[in-house]
């Protein structure tokens, strides 16, 4: 036998070989089973969505317009807790004095202010931003798992506490659920790097608007300046809407709308844009 032969041969050998072993094994040829697919696709959804839930979110105007929603949340409330309780569920630079104030004047508690009420606020409120805070450098400020977490049980204190001031009136256990969602809220604001945007305090804002350089520039882009009046408007927008809907239909009323606005902003950090790989890793 030639070598050309004997090369050819064991090429058919091979050939015949492997066509036998085909044969003998079935699950060679079988398709890939509907099952199958369709288990993979779940897994590379979940894959994509946690992949999604664990993205950094990009500070952007989508991000302003969310920070603008709760500004208007915080004025609602804000509009309502001070008639109802006597002081601040946000504004803890109002309540600071008034607390200052009593310690002095003892007189003007349940007169002007209540001081038991003052403190609440202020202490839950710091509860609020000390537990969102550290929890947050554990987790990553922004990441958006905890965002959405975040807001969504701000979401649930607030509702919890309209339903409560809806069934037993003005107490002090619905402001601290005010208020403790408050400070939280805060922190998540500052988590977003718009610092502009505080969601509740305005003192700082008007400062920094008015001693702006470029606060007349119209042609020049300022986003500083933009984001600063944004605030400003969405705070008295949400103060006057709260007031209104206290004077006709009540504070539980005004709560429960403070809380559909923070349920939509839940919802939207589904969709910011996330921020890119360099970016995440130099956090």
């Not at 409120?125 to 550290?134: D, H, I, R």
């Amino acid at each position: 036998m030639t070598s050309l032969e004997f090369q050819s041969s064991r090429g058919s050998t091979f050939h015949s070989g492997l066509k036998q072993t085909q044969q003998n094994c079935p699950l060679a040829t079988i398709p890939i089973s509907p099952t199958s697919r369709s288990s993979q696709q779940q897994h590379a959804f979940i894959a994509t969505a946690k992949q999604h839930l664990f993205q950094n979110v990009q500070p952007s105007f989508f991000a302003e317009i969310e920070l603008l929603i709760l500004t208007l949340c915080t004025g609602m409330q804000d509009a309502i807790s001070f008639p109802d309780y006597h002081c601040f569920a946000s504004n803890q630079t109002g309540n600071t004095v008034l607390l200052s104030t009593a310690l002095i004047l003892p007189s003007l508690d349940s007169a002007a202010f209540s001081t038991t009420n003052t403190a609440i606020s202020l202490c839950l409120f710091l509860a609020g931003a000390y537990s969102t805070g550290q929890i947050s450098h554990l987790v990553g400020p922004r990441r958006r798992l905890w965002l959405i977490l975040c807001n969504a049980l701000q979401t649930l204190l607030v509702t919890v506490a309209a339903a409560l001031q809806y069934i037993h009136g003005a107490q002090p256990h619905s402001l601290a659920l005010l208020a403790f969602a408050s400070g939280s809220q805060v922190v998540q604001s500052r988590s977003l790097r718009m610092t502009e945007i505080s969601t509740a305090m305005a003192t700082a804002a008007w400062v920094d608007l008015v001693i702006d350089s470029r606060l007349m520039a119209l042609r020049e882009g300022n986003r500083p300046r933009n984001r600063r009046l944004a605030f400003l408007v969405a705070l008295v927008a949400g103060t006057l809407l709260g007031a209104g809907i206290y004077r006709t239909a009540g504070s539980a009323v005004a709560i429960f709308v403070s809380a559909g606005g923070k349920a939509v902003v839940t919802g939207m950090f589904f969709f910011n844009e996330a921020e890119r790989e360099k970016q995440q890793e130099a956090v």
